[in-house]
Each structure stands twice: as structure tokens, then as C-alpha cells.
């Protein structure tokens, strides 16, 4: 690739979204855990709540299980959009990009799709701090992983 002044800002931008992706999953396994361990008990004996939801979280509102599962699912994704691109910033050649910025895309693709929830999770408003900070977190990366496929691409 001709273009060498794209790398260390694309290089920058991969390690952001990287620890900013690795953030998310945790305060999502927080989530998921919590919502295991306080969510309905279903047994013999026992009746399904009228309002059952098997996305069902007991903190925060009716978007928090969708919000949750899709930034999860976003963060597995993203963390493996970097190891694609680390390679690529690496190597900084054009045989490198097209895995790095498939990955990417479908990383940024899940990533918009979360950030959808954390809007209607907003707009639903009761939700603990975690949750708030697992939204800001979200529709930064949306951002900001799409500034790191634009400067992947830049640099071809």
C-alpha cells in the first residue's frame, strides 16, 4: 500500500475500539450474569410470570435484554475485527485489507444495530449507571469503528 500516513492513526483507532470493545463485554457479562442469577426461577411447581420474557433483565427496562445481547454480540465481533486488523496494520499491504475490513464492516454493522437498542433503551429511561455507561460506550464505538474502516480504506 502507497499510502504509509494512514497507518498510525488507523493503528490508534484499532487499539481504541479494541479496549473500548473489551469494556463493553464486561460490563455485559455484569449484566448477563445479574440477569441469570435474579431472573425468573422456572422449576416443577412453579407458574410462568404473566409478562415472561426470555430476554428478561432485571435491571434497567424492556430494551435492556436486546441492547445487551446485540452489544455482546458487537463486542465479540469488534475484539476479532482487531486481531484482523492488527495483522493488517502489521503487514500494511493490500493482501491484508479485505479480511480486516470485512470483519470490520460486520463489527460496525452490529455495533449500529446495538447502538439502535441503547437509543430505545434512552428513550425508555430506567436503567442503572452501568447500563448508561455500556450506551455511551456503544454509540462512541459506532463512531469511531467507522472512522477505523475509513482509515483502513485510506490508506489502500
Not at 19 to 34: D, F, P, T
Not at 101 to 112: D, P
Not at 113 to 119: K, P, R, V
Amino acid at each position: 500500500m502507497a499510502n504509509n500516513q494512514m497507518q498510525p492513526v488507523a493503528g490508534l483507532l484499532l487499539f481504541l475500539n479494541f479496549c473500548m470493545y473489551v469494556i463493553v463485554l464486561g460490563i455485559g457479562g455484569w449484566a448477563v450474569n445479574k440477569a441469570i442469577d435474579h431472573g425468573f426461577i422456572i422449576g416443577p411447581g412453579f407458574e410462568l410470570p404473566a409478562h415472561f420474557s426470555p430476554i428478561y433483565f432485571p435491571m434497567g427496562n424492556a430494551a435492556t435484554g436486546f441492547f445487551v445481547t446485540f452489544a455482546m454480540l458487537a463486542g465479540v465481533v469488534g475484539v476479532a475485527s482487531a486481531i484482523a486488523g492488527i495483522n493488517h496494520i502489521r503487514s500494511w499491504h493490500a493482501s491484508s485489507l479485505p479480511s480486516a475490513a470485512s470483519v470490520a464492516g460486520v463489527a460496525w454493522t452490529l455495533t449500529l444495530l446495538a447502538m439502535g437498542f441503547a437509543c430505545k433503551q434512552i428513550d425508555l429511561e430506567i436503567r442503572n449507571a452501568r447500563l448508561r455507561t455500556m450506551e455511551a460506550f456503544i454509540i462512541i464505538l459506532t463512531v469511531t469503528q467507522l472512522f477505523y474502516i475509513a482509515a483502513i480504506h485510506g490508506g489502500a
